[in-house]
């Protein structure tokens, strides 16, 4: 459907091509008549050689010229002028036309080379620069508030995607488009935007493919799929301009801040409350062995994702579970060799105040009574001790 919309549009209005005898060459080809100087070589480089001055121009040699803020781009690609008419760059005009991005600022004039053209300014390896000009210029930011500061868009160049990119040159890498989408570039919090949080999987998928799917078949994905919007989805885990290796110590995946990632959400009663999960799951995790061993810096003990999955979690009840009655001890014997017998069965979220932790909780309790007991009983025999000593004098 686009292909066929811009050619309608370009064998129409293509029909021209520049000569050296262009009637506007006459003026604009050479210096001394005053008029601006063009040089055909350039436009005969572009992508544009076929057009003649007036595809774009619409100008009247013969009468007054209107000038170059009629250039005429959006006559031929339609969807590109369509998906800008609406984008924020479009809306930005009305705040101040200097600070937003028209056709000409991202792509040049007469200079346009093909996008698959390493030089071409919005090459997948360039057109970074371009958004970055603005986007990581306090002056621009400053006033439209509603724009991230410049930290928040400078952290993707120290991403994992930005210096596979612009650092080590992998052009497999995402540059800011491949999140945001061509020229309408809708903010995340509209439906329309590929990064509307319904969305996400997807296009973090469309490079990330296995990983995606194996999400969205997860507790978390299907949960989200069905609406639940507390659920997580890629940048919850991983983060958004600043996503890092996960072998990276700064990682928020990193082995070591796994339970921190996790606990945004398991920890808040408000969030897991409602899907009848408790919130205990990252005290009672930081209270065992593992997680006493995590704090103190050990990275090979068991994280929530080495018992539960890392993209294909599940509840315990589903036999894909890593957690599941039938997987349960392969999971904990990837780690531990000679398992000793029910080694694997007994509850791992224990908790000394949960009556469903069975042995942890009656130790307690017991403990708590007997010491009662012992302290009420001493005190009781000082008392006593008190009143014989009275008694005697
Ligand atoms: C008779 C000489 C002459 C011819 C022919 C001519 N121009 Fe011009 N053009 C000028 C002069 C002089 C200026 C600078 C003064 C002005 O802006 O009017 C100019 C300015 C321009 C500008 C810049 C306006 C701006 O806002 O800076 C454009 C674009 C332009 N011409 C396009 C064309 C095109 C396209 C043609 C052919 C269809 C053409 N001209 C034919 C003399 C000419
Ligand atoms: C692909 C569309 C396109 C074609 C074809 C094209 N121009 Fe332009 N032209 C532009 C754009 C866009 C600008 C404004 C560039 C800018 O603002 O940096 C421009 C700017 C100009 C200017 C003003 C330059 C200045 O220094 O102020 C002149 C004069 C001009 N064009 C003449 C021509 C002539 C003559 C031809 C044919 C030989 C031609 N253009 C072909 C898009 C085009
Ligand atoms: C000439 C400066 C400039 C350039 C270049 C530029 N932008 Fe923008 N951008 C802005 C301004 C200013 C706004 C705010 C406009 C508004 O919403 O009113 C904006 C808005 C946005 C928004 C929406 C933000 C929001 O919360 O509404 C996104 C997303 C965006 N730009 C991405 C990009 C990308 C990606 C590029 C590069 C391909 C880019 N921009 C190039 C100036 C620029
Ligand atoms: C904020 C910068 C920006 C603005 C404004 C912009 N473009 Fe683009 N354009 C790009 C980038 C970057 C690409 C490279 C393709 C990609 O990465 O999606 C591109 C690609 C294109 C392409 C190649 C085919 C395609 O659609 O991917 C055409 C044609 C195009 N732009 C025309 C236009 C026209 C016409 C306008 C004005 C209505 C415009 N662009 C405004 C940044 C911009
Ligand atoms: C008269 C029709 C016409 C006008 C007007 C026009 N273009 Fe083009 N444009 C084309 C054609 C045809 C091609 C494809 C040429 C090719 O592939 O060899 C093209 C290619 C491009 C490309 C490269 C697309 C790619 O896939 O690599 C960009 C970017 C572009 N134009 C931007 C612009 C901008 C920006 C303007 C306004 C300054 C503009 N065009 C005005 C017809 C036009
Ligand atoms: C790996 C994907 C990805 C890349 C690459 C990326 N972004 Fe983003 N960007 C996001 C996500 C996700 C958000 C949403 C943040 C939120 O929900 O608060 C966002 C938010 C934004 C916003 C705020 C407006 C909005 O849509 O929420 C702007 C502006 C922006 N990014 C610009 C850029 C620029 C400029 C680049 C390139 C330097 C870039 N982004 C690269 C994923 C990406
Ligand atoms: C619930 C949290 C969570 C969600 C949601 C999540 N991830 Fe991950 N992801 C992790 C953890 C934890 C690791 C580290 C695994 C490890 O240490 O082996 C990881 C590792 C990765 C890796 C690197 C390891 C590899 O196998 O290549 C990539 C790439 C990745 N995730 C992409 C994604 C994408 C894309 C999505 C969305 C479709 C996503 N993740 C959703 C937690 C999450
Ligand atoms: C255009 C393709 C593309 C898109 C879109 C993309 N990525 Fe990536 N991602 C890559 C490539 C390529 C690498 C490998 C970079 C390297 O290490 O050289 C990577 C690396 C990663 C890593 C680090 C892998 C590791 O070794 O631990 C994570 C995590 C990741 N991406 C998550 C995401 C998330 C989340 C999104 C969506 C918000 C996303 N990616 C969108 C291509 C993409
Ligand atoms: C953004 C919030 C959020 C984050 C971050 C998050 N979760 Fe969840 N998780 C949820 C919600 C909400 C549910 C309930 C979904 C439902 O049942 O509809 C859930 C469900 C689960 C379940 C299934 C519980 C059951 O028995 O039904 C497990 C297991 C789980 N998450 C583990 C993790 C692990 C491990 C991490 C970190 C790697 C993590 N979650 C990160 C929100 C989150
Ligand atoms: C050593 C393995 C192991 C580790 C590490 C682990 N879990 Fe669990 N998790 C389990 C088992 C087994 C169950 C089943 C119920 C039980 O034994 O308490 C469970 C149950 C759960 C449940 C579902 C039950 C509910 O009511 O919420 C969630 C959610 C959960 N764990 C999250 C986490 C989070 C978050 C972490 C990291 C802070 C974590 N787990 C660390 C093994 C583990
Ligand atoms: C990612 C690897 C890993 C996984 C998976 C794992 N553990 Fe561990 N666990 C360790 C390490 C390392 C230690 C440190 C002591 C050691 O070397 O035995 C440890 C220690 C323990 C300890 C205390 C010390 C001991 O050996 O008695 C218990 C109990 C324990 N794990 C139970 C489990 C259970 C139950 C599971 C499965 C639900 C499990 N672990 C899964 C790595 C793991």
């Known amino acids: 459907m ?10 129409l209005l293509s029909a021209t091509v520049l000569a050296a005898d262009d009637p506007c060459l006459k003026c604009h080809g050479q210096v001394s008549t005053g008029a601006p100087a063009v040089d055909p070589a350039v436009l005969l480089n572009s992508v544009h050689a076929e057009l003649g001055c007036n ?18 781009c959006g006559r031929c690609h339609i969807d590109a002028a369509e998906a800008y008419g609406v984008s924020p760059h ?21 200079t346009i080379l093909a996008v698959d053209d390493p030089e071409s300014a919005v090459n997948h390896r360039n057109s970074v620069s371009v958004c970055i000009k603005c986007h990581e210029d306090a002056s ?21 995607h930005g210096r ?15 999140c945001h989408g061509g020229h309408s570039f809708m903010p995340s919090d509209q439906p329309e935007s590929p990064l509307y949080k319904t969305h996400i999987a997807a296009t973090c998928g469309r490079c990330h493919e ?23 989805t890629c940048t919850n885990c991983h983060g958004e301009h600043d996503i890092r ?14 339970p921190r990632t996790c606990s945004d959400c398991h920890a808040s009663e408000k969030v897991v409350g409602k899907f009848g999960l408790k919130a205990d799951r990252i005290a009672t995790f930081n209270e065992s062995f593992h997680g006493t061993a995590i ?7 068991a994280n929530c994702a080495s018992c539960h999955g890392v993209h294909d979690i599940y509840p315990q009840s589903d036999e894909r579970s890593l957690i599941h009655t039938v997987n349960i001890e392969k999971t904990c014997g990837s780690c531990h060799d000679d398992l000793p017998q029910d080694f694997a069965q007994g509850q791992v979220h224990t908790s000394a105040t949960d009556p469903t932790s069975g042995g942890e909780f009656y130790v307690r309790k017991f403990y708590i009574w007997f010491i009662s007991i012992l302290i009420l009983a001493f005190v009781l025999y000082r008392v006593l001790e008190y009143k014989r000593r009275v008694k005697r004098v």
């Open 295 to 301: 704090e103190l810096g050990e990275t090979t003990v």
């Open 245 to 258: 290796a996960h072998l990276d110590p700064t990682s928020k995946v990193f082995a070591g801040n796994v």
């Open 164 to 178: 596979a990119l612009m650092t080590e040159g992998n052009m497999r890498a995402p540059a800011c488009t491949d």
């Open 210 to 232: 296995e990983i995606a799917s194996h999400y969205t078949a997860s507790v978390h994905g299907s949960a989200l799929a069905k609406g639940t919007l507390e659920s997580p």
């Open 140 to 160: 621009v930011t400053a006033k439209f508030t509603q724009l991230p500061k410049p930290p928040m868009i400078k952290a993707y160049e120290n991403s994992v």
């Open 55 to 72: 595809d774009c121009h619409n100008v009247n040699p013969e009468l007054r010229h209107v000038g170059t803020h009629d250039v005429l």
């Open 2 to 11: 686009a292909g066929i919309r811009f050619l309608v549009g370009a064998v």
């Open 90 to 110: 479009m809306h930005g005009r009305e705040v101040s036309v200097e600070d937003v991005p028209g056709c000409v600022t991202c792509h040049g004039g007469h």
